[in-house]
Antibody, heavy 120, light 111 residues
Framework: QVQLAESGGGVVQPGRSLRLSCAAS????????MHWIRQAPGKGLEWVAVIWYDGNNKYYADSVKGRFTISRDNSKNTMYLEMSSLRPEDTAVYYC?????????????WGQGTLVTVSS | NFLLTQPPSVSESPGKTVTISCTRSSGSIASNYVHWYQQRPGSSPTTVIS?????SSGVPARFSASIDSSSNSASLTISGLKTEDEADYYC??????????FGGGTTLTVL
């Protein structure tokens, strides 16, 4: 079955960097656009970034543009989110999600999430 | 960019019907698909409705959704409410700059 598993979360100091990974299985990874979505503690969902199936196009939320970089390795069925210049307001559970079909922006399924805490 | 506005909370009794609205601040609600997700405490979101009004696999027929151009909004309707429907519900769309947009979420209480 289709599965997504995030990893790499943890506690990091403000201004530092962290890389998240999203391992995919159960589908042809290279055929699908992939997204990162986050949720601050007790808050709603916030879309973060998307990378197209071939990795050639990437788009970001204004709140992370210039600080976060999305990438993928289709040979490893894995997507990444490199986060730099982290701020306390970046504290959240980060989910990866598959875009069900190209252009739909329909996120299905979602991974279980990985918690990033930015604190000194 | 635009905003999607949802009521923070709704409550209704078991067996009744509830509707959650999602109003787009600018641009037409019909311009881009609207999807609806359910999130239970401690769990990841799952799709209940995709592409404006398509019920996801395994979602009961009690769940339905629509868009209304006159009010520039989308609506999720849950009929025959059950206690298991208690959850947070999010509408979501995207803009023409390839950025996703979520509503603020609505907490449904079935009491």
């Amino acid at each position: 079955q289709v599965q997504l598993a995030e990893s790499g979360g943890g506690v990091v100091q403000p201004g530092r960097s962290l890389r998240l990974s999203c391992a995919a299985s159960g589908f042809i990874f290279s055929n699908f656009a992939m997204h990162w979505i986050r949720q601050a503690p007790g808050k709603g969902l916030e879309w973060v970034a998307v990378i197209w199936y071939d990795g050639n196009n990437k788009y970001y939320a204004d709140s992370v543009k210039g600080r976060f970089t999305i990438s993928r390795d289709n040979s490893k069925n894995t997507m990444y989110l490199e986060m730099s210049s982290l701020r306390p307001e970046d504290t959240a559970v980060y989910y990866c999600a598959r875009e069900r079909w190209f252009g739909s922006f329909w996120f299905d399924p979602w991974g279980q999430g990985t918690l990033v805490t930015v604190s000194s | 960019n635009f905003l999607l506005t949802q009521p923070p909370s709704v409550s209704e009794s078991p067996g009744k019907t509830v509707t959650i609205s999602c109003t787009r601040s600018s641009g037409s609600i019909a311009s881009n698909y609207v999807h609806w997700y359910q999130q239970r405490p401690g769990s990841s979101p799952t799709t209940v409705i995709s592409e404006n009004n398509h019920r996801s696999s395994g979602v009961p027929a009690r769940f339905s959704a629509s868009i209304d151009s006159s009010s520039n909004s989308a609506s999720l309707t849950i009929s025959g409410l059950k206690t298991e429907d208690e959850a947070d519900y999010y509408c979501q769309s995207f803009d023409n700059n390839n950025q996703g947009v979520f509503g603020g979420g609505t907490t449904l209480t079935v009491l």
